[in-house]
């Protein structure tokens, strides 16, 4: 399966890749390098043919438009700025009333299992959202 999703990543097949990585989770639902990898691909079909500065623009505009905070913050997974990523999304989190919170806790659950559980940066944002739910 592995090899399957790494030759349609390397075709810009992220559909292919998805679907290869979901296999290989149904059928071994531990193996944490298809997680790992299905996480990354997920994020790469997600941020493909974004521009980050009309995205920012539409963020901006729309704050709690859950969907313009998802790109920007995917987008600045992708280029690294992680705590930007997961500030925006917990900002949003508590900016929503409880029931559409839902959405933006399984996007920072998935972005977090992207960055490790190690990550002091994942820690701290654990810690916000906790506080946060209760």
């Known amino acids: ?3 399957e999703a790494f030759a349609a990543i390397e075709r810009g097949d992220y ?3 998805i679907a290869a990585y979901e296999k290989a989770l149904a059928e071994n639902p531990r ?3 298809a997680r790992a990898g299905l996480g990354q691909v ?3 079909d997600r941020v493909q043919g974004l521009d980050l ?3 920012r623009a539409a ?3 729309a704050p709690q ?3 313009a905070q998802f790109a920007v913050a995917d987008l600045d997974i992708s280029g690294g700025h992680v705590e930007d990523a997961f500030g925006r999304l917990l900002d949003l989190f508590a900016a929503l009333p409880s029931d559409q919170r839902a959405l ?3 996007r920072l659950v998935e972005l977090f299992g992207l960055i490790g559980a190690d990550d002091p940066r994942v820690t701290a944002a654990r810690n916000r959202l906790s506080s946060l739910l209760f």
Request: no cysteine; glycine share 0%.
């Open 42 to 44: 997920r994020l790469l």
């Open 104 to 106: 933006v806790r399984e």
């Open 15 to 17: 559909a292919a890749a």
């Open 59 to 61: 963020a901006a505009a």
């Open 65 to 67: 438009d859950v969907q």
């Open 53 to 55: 500065q009309e995205a």
């Open 31 to 33: 193996d944490e390098d």
């Open 1 to 3: 399966m592995q090899a």
